[in-house]
């Protein structure tokens, strides 16, 4: 049986926009630029939710990842009031504990309508999520409410990732980083040392992961120094 988070805010408590930390269901949020509302005008399912005001500082973020990773986000949201706010928010996910984020779907305007953001993901943990102030005037009197925040877990039999420095590896990427050990040398002259980069590979599935040892194509300059030690992976093993 798979378990959603669901962050319905109604046992949480913070009533000021002030940066600061706050539990909603069972999971450790920062909040800045926003509160738990409970007013009439707060758009809210229950009886409170998260409001939002449109400030470049204003963000809702997990302070803990998911690890069983992402499979969809949902939530819906709503104007607080008759505030004529035009900013427009984004969602987006972290793979490395929040020192790096990539947007998840299309930001978001809030108007008077309830609107429902309903995005796929499908990645696997660990994984966490925030939502934030993307574009667009900014205004204390500008706010917005989202409730009912769903994140459903990623359930893949296996899945491979790949860590730098315990930094994630993004699939396919091309661009080297210092964060993740993939860069080796803003210059280097043959007469250099050798410059060795270890990585790590974690199973974050749910399956066994059946590995091959790993090869190279491209530049002589690089080898693989070290065969893989074994070549099947169980869950969350690396």
């Known amino acids: 049986t798979i378990t959603c988070y669901r962050a319905t805010s109604e046992s949480s408590a913070k009533g000021s926009y002030a940066a ?12 800045s630029e926003a509160l738990i509302g409970d007013q009439t005008n707060d758009y809210k399912i229950g009886s409170r939710s998260i ?22 986000v949902s939530f819906n949201y709503r104007r607080f ?47 966490r999520l925030r939502i934030k102030y993307n574009s667009g005037t900014t ?21 491979i990732e790949v860590f730098g420095n315990q930094a994630s ?3 396919g990427s091309t661009t080297t980083s210092l964060q993740n050990n993939t860069k080796f040398s803003n210059s280097y002259f043959t007469s250099d040392g050798v410059i060795t980069k270890t990585f790590t590979i974690t199973n974050t599935g749910t399956g066994t992961l059946s590995l091959s040892q790993p090869t190279l194509t491209g530049a ?3 080898s693989i120094s070290a065969a893989l030690p074994i070549t099947s992976l169980s869950a969350g093993q690396s």
């Open 139 to 159: 205004n204390a009197n500008h706010r917005f409410n989202i409730d009912d925040l769903e994140i459903c877990p990623f359930n893949a039999p296996a899945e």
């Open 20 to 31: 600061d930390e706050v539990s909603i269901d069972g999971r450790s949020w920062f909040l």
């Open 220 to 222: 002589s300059e690089f």
């Open 81 to 127: 009031g008759t505030d004529a706010i035009t900013a427009t928010f984004v969602v987006e996910y972290s793979k490395d504990s929040g020192n790096s984020w990539i947007q998840l779907g299309a930001a978001i305007t809030p108007t008077g309508t309830v609107q429902t953001f309903n995005q796929s993901l499908q990645q696997s943990g660990p994984v």
């Open 51 to 72: 409001r939002f005001r449109a400030d470049v500082n204003s963000v809702a973020e997990m302070l803990e990842d998911q690890l069983l990773g992402i499979n969809a």
């Open 169 to 171: 590896i993004q699939d």
